[in-house]
């Protein structure tokens, strides 16, 4: 005869079952709002505003289920992922509306949404989980970015090492989020942009940072391609990150150049960001200087020469001109020399 199952068993087998229920339906949320973002289509553009008001109980229900499943790694991963991205979608409508959007938008969105007792319960939940070693990764990399989302105040500047650990451990899919973290950190200066510098020029995966970076700007949109460029630029300014970029990725970012600076000519605000990265370049990375030299001295003279040329644009071709062809002038007779 067989043996009835233990109670404690049986209440076990419940709550798995009722999890694994918890985290499907979750994640068809995700995947409903990672389509509502994609779309133009009015029934989702109406879908966003219902998930994003604070009379709708989805958010609290979140909140609830990360506070109630603490022991649940998976369920409060794909619950931070949800929460993080309604933060987000609500951070961009708003934005739309204000000139200037404060940094801590994202947490003034959270605490509308969640109710301020349960948000500051939260943010210090989720401090826990971001600054922990011992947690899975992935639900750190997510609470990383909810502070985030939250601005300056709650990620603290400290918690830049953390972005290049996980970069370490997690597969290269989470690299684009940990980038964005990077850009953020940059944009906000004083601590932040130190911590974030210093780290990249020491930490081992401080070179994954870089790599990222070029994938963003050969593919990403122009205001994170200028972010992305500006970000590089201070870490090729830092002691030591003349050697940060190796010889190929040099040549790689210069063919980058060759294609984007002819594209933003009638930009003055982009040409400059990207021609006071060359100009860091060719200052600060000997090699620089050494890869098509003339298809890089007659773009300059052809930016000059155009008409209609924007007079900034004008005037940083003369300068990026002059600077490369005496830093180039430098490097040649050591070159022989030391032949």
Known sequence: MASRPRLSHVGNLDVAAKVQKKIHQVQILIRHLDRAMESQEDSYRKFLESI?????????????????????????????RAMQMIIKINVIACSTFLPQPAFNLGFQCFCELAGEPSANRLV??????????????????LAILMLCEFGPERLKPELAPRIFDLLLSLPPL??????????????????????LLETTCTHAAGRGLGEL???????GTTVRKLRAIKLLAAVVEMPGGESYLYSNDINIWLELMLRELPECRENEE?????????????????????????DLIQMFEDF?????????VRTKSEELLREFVNLSQEVAPKRRKSS
């Open 52 to 80: 994003t008001s604070p009379q709708n109980p989805a958010f609290g229900t979140l909140v609830d289920l990360f506070q109630k499943y603490g022991a649940h790694s998976t369920l409060r991963c794909v619950t931070l």
């Open 124 to 141: 210090h939940d989720i401090k826990v989980l971001a600054e922990a070693t011992s947690e899975d990764p992935a639900l750190t990399h």
């Open 174 to 195: 989470y690299g684009p989020d940990l980038v964005d973290v990077a850009l953020r950190m940059h944009a906000w200066r004083g601590e932040h942009r130190r911590w």
């Open 213 to 219: 970076l070029l994938d963003l700007v050969n593919r």
């Open 270 to 294: 982009e040409f400059a960001v990207f021609a006071d990265f060359l100009t860091t370049l060719f200052r600060r990375c000997p090699a620089s200087r050494m890869h098509r030299q003339q």
């Open 304 to 312: 000059q020469e155009g008409e209609g040329t924007a007079p900034l």
